[in-house]
């Protein structure tokens, strides 16, 4: 089956870096979209960058030139680099993807942002 593992949360005061990892198993990895979305308490799941098979990516206005996205088919796992963290960035971080148009969540990591 497919599974999402993320891992890389944290806190980091404000200004910090992290940089989250998804190990994704029970797909083909080298043919598969892969997002990040985050959650923060009392808000709805956001959108925060996506990696396109082909390595195009998309990103979210609010982390456009802080966050970067990146993908190693050998290891069958996405990056999220977070530079210049700042408070509003605390949320859950889930890794996504979709196999056969059915969407496919891990079970999140924390950031949190403060100091």
């Known amino acids: 089956q497919v599974q999402l593992v993320e891992s890389g949360g944290g806190l980091v005061q404000p200004g910090g870096s992290l940089r989250l990892s998804c190990a994704a198993s029970?797909?083909?990895?080298?043919?598969?979209?892969m997002g990040w979305y985050r959650q923060a308490p009392g808000k709805q799941r956001e959108l925060v960058a996506t990696?396109?098979?082909?390595?195009?990516?998309n990103y979210a206005d609010s982390v456009k030139g802080r966050f970067t996205i990146s993908r190693d088919n050998a290891k069958n796992t996405v990056y999220l680099q977070m530079n210049s963290l700042k408070p509003e960035d605390t949320a859950v971080y889930y890794c996504?993807?979709?196999?056969?148009?059915?969407?496919?969540w891990g079970q999140g990591t924390q950031v949190t942002v403060s100091s």
């Open positions: 996504n993807t979709k196999r056969n148009s059915v969407a496919y």
């Open positions: 029970g797909i083909i990895f080298r043919i598969s979209a």
């Open positions: 990696i396109t098979s082909g390595s195009s990516t």
